[in-house]
């Protein structure tokens, strides 16, 4: 009954390879996004989609790109990978725009480009 | 835009002692104030939040106050246990224009048995 989950739980991956990350949730939320959390733990909004409809880009490079076939599911592609995009990923959630924004995540994707 | 400062980076504390992490928002439009706590190798998950209408809410062991008039807020954990280490994230937004939330750069407890 997991409600946020993601895969691969980890993925080590040689530069200028390209790889994708599955995310999807089963809490029926609107609003779904990617946050990348470098080294010092400092966790950065990377997009978010609401409806399937990109909200948020947050200067992340065009290799990055986010695919949301449907509002359950967002899905993150990495072209050309490079040693600085070796981090830990979250996909979270949350119910859409009303007052507060409690955010759902999960378990991460750990990332190491060699 | 908003900006959400953390202090302390790291807290180091005794079991059964308190632990207080605080935070300040620069966005007085900010008006919900939730709070994360990351496991190690997990996700972060929010333990409690506050609105802005409200000064203080308590959880068992845990507390969150808010100051609107000085835009800060602060995670107060009594009786502290080995199994409340963790990293805490505080995270400022508002309901409308950009709902995004603002997080804090956390703050790594330890709570030595």
């Known amino acids: 009954d997991t409600a946020v989950s993601q895969t691969p739980k980890y993925l080590v991956t040689q530069m200028g390879n390209d790889k994708s990350i599955k995310c999807e949730q089963n809490?029926?939320?609107?609003?779904m996004y990617w946050y990348k959390q470098d080294s010092k733990k400092f966790l950065k909004i990377m997009f978010s989609?609401?409806?399937?409809?990109?909200?948020i880009n947050e200067t992340v490079p065009n290799r990055f790109s986010p695919k949301s076939p449907d509002k359950a599911h967002l899905n993150l592609h990495i072209n050309s990978l490079e040693l600085g995009d070796s981090a830990v990923y979250f996909c979270a959630s949350s119910q859409g725009r009303s007052l507060g924004q409690t955010q759902y995540f999960g378990p991460g994707t750990r990332l190491l480009v060699l | 835009g908003e900006n959400v400062e953390q202090h302390p980076s790291t807290l180091s504390v005794q079991e059964g002692d308190s632990a207080v992490i605080k935070c300040t928002y620069s966005?007085?439009?900010?008006?919900?104030f939730p709070w994360y706590k990351q496991e190690l190798g997990k996700g972060p998950q929010l333990i409690i939040d506050i609105r802005s209408n409200v000064g203080e809410k308590k959880d068992q062991r845990i507390a969150v106050t808010l100051n609107k008039t000085a835009k800060h807020f602060s995670l107060h954990i009594t009786e502290t246990q080995p199994e409340d280490s963790a990293v805490y994230f505080c995270?400022?937004?508002?309901?409308?224009?950009?709902?995004?939330?603002?997080f804090g750069r956390g703050t790594s407890l330890i709570v030595h048995p």
């Open positions: 809490l029926g939320h609107d609003t």
């Open positions: 989609y609401n409806n399937k409809e990109l909200i």
């Open positions: 966005d007085s439009a900010s008006n919900y």
């Open positions: 995270a400022a937004s508002r309901a409308g224009g950009s709902y995004i939330p603002t």
